[in-house]
């Protein structure tokens, strides 16, 4: 699968919680999605993945909050980044 970088990057929120972003382009698609990217987003917080959104092969888009495994649908890269950031700021409001 030839993969190139799209996006790669890590952005300090505070001292212990930070979000870090990679996303490739894929041809031909990972196994279970149909688009053309492989993608991993996580926001840790004191060094726990609180809250992570990949599509593993055969599994497709999905994130994980806490404990649980949701589906999601994709409609574009710069839709899925912006969910992932609104899910970012509502668990940090939630955090307190």
């Avoid at 001292?15 to 031909?28: G, K, R, T, Y």
């Avoid at 688009?35 to 999905?62: L, P, T, W």
Wanted: net charge negative.
């Amino acid at each position: 699968m030839p993969a190139t970088l799209f996006k790669k990057f890590t952005r300090y929120l505070d001292e212990n919680e930070f979000i870090q972003v990679l996303i490739w382009e894929v041809d031909p698609a990972v196994f279970g999605s149909n688009h053309g990217y492989k993608y991993s987003m996580a926001y840790i917080v004191s060094g726990v993945c609180v809250m992570r959104y990949d599509n593993e092969r055969g599994k497709g888009d999905h994130k994980h909050i806490r404990e649980q495994e949701i589906g999601t649908s994709f409609s574009s890269i710069e839709q899925l980044l912006a969910d992932f950031l609104a899910d970012v700021e509502t668990i940090r409001n939630e955090r307190g």
